[in-house]
């Protein structure tokens, strides 16, 4: 079994966990989600942790052990913390503005871009050039990020673009006579 499917979750005070045959459901200050639960891992709950082990022995149970177990801890550390994503907008006139669950782009193209928030994350712009994403449902997050990054990703020879925060951009040297 892998190392990261053997590490029991301990669940913190505000965090209610319920397994139910159809759904793990995980509810918390932040909201509530829910995962499917796989016929190949058998879930525990008992003393304010959550244990997850195998059923059979063949590598994909294993596998999917670590999988689920991790699945679920973001879940756990969604509804109590969240998740958040950070986006830099690069290039002269590239700005970013927010209105309750919408995102406006003007990064170069003739028309503005506009984003509509799903349930569940929200967006907030601090300046006019980054962008924050915040929610629970850390794929739902990090999907989102990555959709408003591949409006305009950063091109390799100046480096405009939306980029991630902390993102290395590699420049490549112009073509020379």
Excluded: W
Excluded at 65 to 86: H, I, P, Y
């Amino acid at each position: 079994m892998s190392r990261v499917g053997k590490t029991p979750i301990a669940i913190p005070a505000g965090v209610e966990v319920a397994l139910q045959p159809d759904a793990i459901r995980v509810k918390g200050a932040l909201g509530a989600l829910a995962l499917a639960p796989n016929a190949q891992v058998q879930v525990q709950h008992a003393d304010g942790r959550l244990t997850f082990a195998a059923v059979g022995d063949s590598a994909q149970a294993k596998a999917l052990c670590g999988t689920m177990r991790q699945l679920v801890n973001n879940m756990v550390q969604g509804v109590s913390k969240g998740f958040e994503k950070k986006l830099s907008l690069v290039g002269v006139g590239y700005k970013a503005s927010a209105s309750g669950n919408k995102l406006n782009l003007a990064v170069g193209y003739s028309h503005p871009v506009d984003f509509v928030m799903p349930e569940g994350v929200s967006v907030t712009t601090p300046a006019a050039t980054e962008i924050v994403l915040k929610g629970a449902d850390r794929q739902r997050v990090g999907q989102i990020a990555a959709e408003i990054r591949a409006v305009r990703p950063p091109e390799p020879y100046k480096g405009k673009g939306i980029r991630y925060v902390g993102e290395k951009v590699v420049i490549k040297e112009t073509k020379k006579k």
